[in-house]
């Protein structure tokens, strides 16, 4: 459970990075 919204914020965070 906790493991999924971690790798959604981090999804997140790489595309926010991106600037896409």
Known sequence: MN????IVSE???FF???GC
């Open 3 to 6: 493991k999924d919204r971690q």
């Open 11 to 13: 999804l997140h965070n």
């Open 16 to 18: 926010t990075e991106s």
